[in-house]
């Protein structure tokens, strides 16, 4: 009996062990369940959720959906700037019926400012950004604008002749905002705003400034463009240019004004000078003729008086 009883509680001491490794191992799957799988090489370190937002410009609400991990993926401050400057100064600066071209658009909200503003509009960046550019252009401007906007991909400084020859490719204004910021593509930047910005074009650039390299950047600019200061706001700067060729074409222009006004200073002083001759001349004339009528009446008076002797 005892051995029975012995065995019994044996047998009731593996079960509950059994039970408690169940348990255990339990535990252990759970937990591993909760772990986050392994990732491989090529996917993201993180993820963000896309961010919503809502704008007022032109009397319209625009919403305006982004993504936080990448620079193309959030509205700036500048943007906002030069949104504010476009939406308040229509008289002063209107886009009605104008051809505009933005580079570096981003999330497209000045895009779909100047669009609602009555331009006809190409919205422009890089290609792997175009999705939730044309999404976001496309979402606001529907059935609002008098021109349907473009959305299309340009990679600054790299075949845009080719792909954008000036002879095709012509525009009123060429925006642009907080395309300065830390990268090594400034020089590029600079040589696409001078492609673009040819004699009838206008460039309106707004930045916020924020490293030295921008100040060179602004030089540079300075340096490529007939610019002007339109607005300033801290650190925030909206410029205002035009070509260079454009200045020159002016400045030929008023030579050659000046010019004819000198020929005609110079004609008019040979006029007046042939003029003073032919006056000289005719008094001449008049002082001869006067003799000769002179001459003529002592004639005539001495003929009278041989007259009156014969008699």
């Not at 933005?102 to 669009?115: D, F, H, K, N």
């Not at 002083?269 to 000769?292: I, R």
Request: proline content about 3%; overall charge negative.
């Amino acid at each position: 009996m005892k051995r029975r009883e012995n065995e019994a509680e044996e047998e009731e001491e593996d079960k509950e062990e059994e039970k408690g490794k169940m348990k255990d191992a339990r535990k252990n799957e759970s937990a591993a369940q909760k772990q986050p799988r392994a990732r491989p090489y090529w996917a993201p370190c993180f993820y963000l959720r896309a961010n919503k937002e809502m704008y007022y410009y032109v009397g319209q609400e625009i919403f305006i959906e982004g993504v936080l991990d990448c620079y193309a993926g959030m509205v700036w401050p500048a943007a906002l700037a030069l949104c504010h400057y476009l939406d308040t100064h229509r008289e002063q600066l209107s886009l009605v019926d104008k051809t505009v071209l933005e580079i570096g658009a981003g999330t497209g909200l000045m895009s779909v400012v100047a669009a609602l503003l009555g331009a006809s509009v190409t919205a422009t960046d890089l290609p792997d950004v175009l999705g939730k550019l044309r999404a976001n252009v496309m979402r606001n401007t529907r059935e609002r604008c008098r021109y349907t906007p473009q959305v299309a991909a340009l990679s600054w400084g790299q075949d845009l002749e080719s792909t954008y020859p000036t002879s095709v490719y012509r525009y009123d204004y060429v925006l642009a905002a907080d395309v300065v910021y830390h990268h090594n593509f400034l020089d590029d930047l600079l040589v696409t705003m001078k492609h673009f910005c040819k004699p009838g074009t206008t460039v309106i650039w707004a930045n916020k400034v924020r490293l030295e390299a921008d100040l060179t950047f602004t030089e540079n600019f300075k340096k490529a463009f007939h610019t002007s200061l339109l607005a300033e706001d801290g650190e925030i700067k909206i410029f205002m240019a035009t070509c260079r060729e454009e200045e020159e074409e002016g400045d030929l222009e008023i030579q050659d004004l000046l010019i004819e006004k000198k020929k005609g200073k110079e004609e008019e002083v040979e006029v007046e000078e042939e003029s003073n001759e032919k006056l000289v001349v005719e008094k001449h004339n008049d002082v001869e003729l006067h003799y000769v009528n002179i001459e003529k009446s002592k004639g005539k008076e001495n003929n009278v008086a041989v007259g009156k002797k014969s008699k």
